[in-house]
Nanobody, 123 residues
Framework: DVQLVESGGGSVQAGGSLRLSCAAS????????MGWLRQAPGKERELVAE???????NYADPVKGRFTTYKDAAKGTIELQMNNLKPEDTAMYYC??????????????????WGQGTQVTVS
């Protein structure tokens, strides 16, 4: 089975930064919609950011201006740079992929490839 593997989570104080990485070499060189989603305890999973086949990005309102996602073709990863972190950003973060509309992200999304998740805790 093709895998997505996240790394880079951890604990940080409010105002700090973290960068998550998702090993995604099976996807980033092909027309896939890639996304970052998160789920906090007792809450529904929510979309954080998406990156489309042409590297266009979309962000959820709570993270606009603070989070940036991009592809690192040399490493075969997608990255999520998170700055000015807030306690409400605390969640398990997942990397996901779907073929979508030939690599463009549909609404609603329908991700069918998932990583195992990485925990981010902001205090």
């Amino acid at each position: 089975d093709v895998q997505l593997v996240e790394s880079g989570g951890g604990s940080v104080q409010a105002g700090g930064s973290l960068r998550l990485s998702c090993a995604a070499s099976a996807f980033i060189y092909r027309p896939y919609c890639m996304g970052w989603l998160r789920q906090a305890p007792g809450k529904e999973r929510e979309l954080v950011a998406e990156i489309e086949r042409d590297d266009r990005t979309n962000y959820a309102d709570p993270v606009k201006g603070r989070f940036t996602t991009y592809k690192d073709a040399a490493k075969g990863t997608i990255e999520l740079q998170m700055n000015n972190l807030k306690p409400e950003d605390t969640a398990m973060y997942y990397c996901a992929a779907e073929a979508g509309w030939n690599g463009y992200c549909p609404k609603p999304h329908n991700y069918d490839h998932w990583g195992q998740g990485t925990q981010v805790t902001v205090s």
